[in-house]
């Protein structure tokens, strides 16, 4: 039982005794933060008692405060409908830093999450940064909260865009590779479907060819097919080498090739059952119902196009085999598709279409969408295009990081150097996306993002090492603090410490329930900021009594656990050393 539980037992059981009434149903019953920490360090609430026990919240509260006795309180107080709990120091301190368990919940479920899904035509780019970061910290946020965790990825490998790249390299190319060119595969790759772009607005035939080229693949055509093969690898190996230093993890890959005649024999199935309707020619579309969706300008039923009048499928066609295939592989209780906040419709229609062919597991399939990401005018343009590309992103934020190691330490080997600009690159970059909402925009400033100060990953970073260096002092002074004197903590900065370090277990779980590394990210600067206030106003070592600097250090390492774990949920490495 952790101290929050502990309270609420406490306070549940002087309920029963004072007002002689049961409480069976606990639900709502819970803590909260008081506004000002100078009122308490925890809150009760009394709204969700009024009806059981026919008292008004105020009138609760009140005989609560005057009533409640334990040692576990130092003081009770009534403020309108809340209780404002002030905790004995010594067992607050004990019970956190003794008892802690820096897990999270038991949740018996299987997630599936499907996060990037980019395109062999060109490198990832600065939006793809954005949906890796979410999808690999809400994996594991979601992992830490007990569940089974897939982390999957569809590469789109074929269609029109794809055979673009092709017939450009095949034409105009001269037999050049990445590795003659010294260029990276897909940066190698990206520059001819741009030099097809280009050149199809001279010669607008070349359109034509790329279609015959992609009517040829899917006819298994051996020349084309090899083409594609040798291109599409170029590709993955300039993706690993991007995934690599972003750290973008995933346990299966899919690829489009392999899945988009998924879902046509299941169209026409439910062109048979009626749930879909014949249109011109060979089409097969599903009327989106009208509760739902309501009616198009005409005051017609929206419709769908899953089956072209030609006979071929669209996009969302293969998404519903794809996502029946899933099912199949996974038997989820959740699949998440991390994709833009501009595919928000598709995946609305998507579920729709799913529920009518009478997928129960329907409605556990969630669009996480997302924001767009900015940066300032001038700044990181792509070396293909106009599109910021990943890689690009990348070297500009590790050469600032570059600069800011050897800002503070010119001492420092070359190799040292760039292991802390590294981390400390990619913990700006991902602090910077994952501490705003998801669907808000991001103007991504890359100067601000590398602050030792403020609300950024390098900040959080540096708190913790700071902590990292101190313990190794108390090593070096052998000072041993495993065991220690509690009572001597107890000032407002300790307690709002033990406060943080209580609630990050329910900060990751918020996280896991919202779908929102925000939270979390919000969590860890507070925790950052508040040991600053700390360490600015407290002296940890040196200082006169051994208890208290025992006490303190013993408060401070798990501070650092709460960083680090903290942290590494965001995706974010932490530095002994800054």
């Not at 993890?249 to 899919?254: L, T």
């Not at 669209?314 to 038997?331: E, H, L, P």
């Amino acid at each position: 039982m952790n101290i929050r539980e502990k309270i609420l037992k406490v306070i549940v059981s002087h309920i029963e005794s004072i007002f002689a009434e049961k409480i069976e149903d606990l639900n709502g019953i819970k803590l909260t933060l008081p506004p000002n920490p100078e009122m308490g360090d925890f809150a009760f609430e009394c709204f969700p008692l009024a009806k059981v026990l026919k008292q008004s919240p105020q009138q609760i509260a009140d005989k609560l405060a005057s009533e409640i006795e334990d040692d576990l309180f130092a003081e009770v107080t009534a403020v309108g409908p809340y209780l404002n709990l002030k905790l004995n120091s010594e067992i607050y301190a004990q019970e956190v830093l003794e008892n802690i368990n820096f897990s999270g919940g038991k949740k018996q479920e299987k997630v599936v999450i499907e996060y990037l899904s980019p395109n062999t035509n060109k490198p990832l780019h600065l939006g793809h940064v954005r949906n890796g970061c979410l999808g690999m910290s809400i994996s594991k946020i979601q992992k830490y909260e007990g569940r089974d965790v897939s982390k999957i990825i569809l590469i789109n490998d074929r269609g029109i865009h794809i055979c673009k790249s092709m017939l450009a390299w095949q034409k105009f190319g001269g037999g050049e590779t990445p590795e003659s060119t010294g260029m990276k595969g897909d940066h190698f790759v990206g520059k001819y479907y741009i030099l097809f772009a280009i050149e199809s607005e001279k010669d607008p035939s070349l359109n034509d060819e790329a279609q015959a080229m992609l009517k040829k693949w899917e006819a298994g055509d051996k020349e084309v097919v090899e083409l594609w093969e040798k291109m599409n690898q170029w590709v993955y190996d300039g993706f690993t080498q991007t995934y690599e230093n972003f750290v973008f993890e995933f346990d299966k890959y899919y690829y489009e090739s392999e899945t988009y005649k998924l879902g046509k024999d299941i169209i026409l199935q439910g062109l048979e059952s009626g749930v879909f309707k014949k249109g011109e020619g060979e089409s097969v579309y599903f009327e989106l119902p009208e509760e739902e969706f309501g009616l198009d300008e005409n005051k017609e039923k929206k419709k769908v196009i899953l089956i072209r009048k030609d006979g071929t499928t669209v996009y969302i066609t293969q998404d519903i085999g794809t996502a029946i295939s899933r099912f199949k592989d996974y038997k989820f209780d959740k699949m998440i598709y991390v994709v833009g906040s501009e595919q928000r419709y598709h995946f609305q229609c998507l579920v729709a279409i799913l529920k009518a062919l009478v997928y129960e597991w329907a409605e556990n399939i969630f669009h996480f969408s997302y924001g767009m990401v900015y940066l300032p005018e001038g700044k990181m343009k792509s070396r293909e295009g106009k599109v910021v590309d990943a890689d690009n992103f990348y070297e500009e934020m590790f050469n600032l990081a570059r600069e800011a190691v050897l800002e503070k330490h010119s001492e420092l080997d070359k190799e040292e150097v760039e292991k802390r600009a590294r981390m400390i690159a990619l913990g700006a970059m991902k602090f910077y996306i994952l501490r705003v909402g998801a669907e808000q925009d991001i103007n991504f400033d890359p100067n601000e993002s590398i602050s030792f100060t403020g609300f950024t990953g390098p900040y959080c970073q540096y708190a913790y090492a700071r902590i990292a260096g101190i313990l190794r002092k108390a090593e070096a002074e052998n000072i041993k603090y495993e065991t220690c004197d509690y009572s001597f903590l107890g000032n407002p900065e300790e307690r709002l410490l033990l406060q943080k370090i209580v609630l990050l277990n329910d900060k990751v779980a918020d996280s896991a329930e919202s779908l929102s590394p925000s939270t979390l990210a919000v969590h860890i600067y507070e925790t950052a900021k508040t040991f600053n206030q700390f360490y600015h106003k407290h002296q940890i070592i040196g200082i006169e009594s051994e208890s208290l600097i025992k006490a303190r250090l013993k408060l401070i390492s798990q501070v650092a656990v709460v960083l680090k774990e903290g942290l590494d949920l965001l995706g974010i490495e932490v530095l002994d050393n800054m």
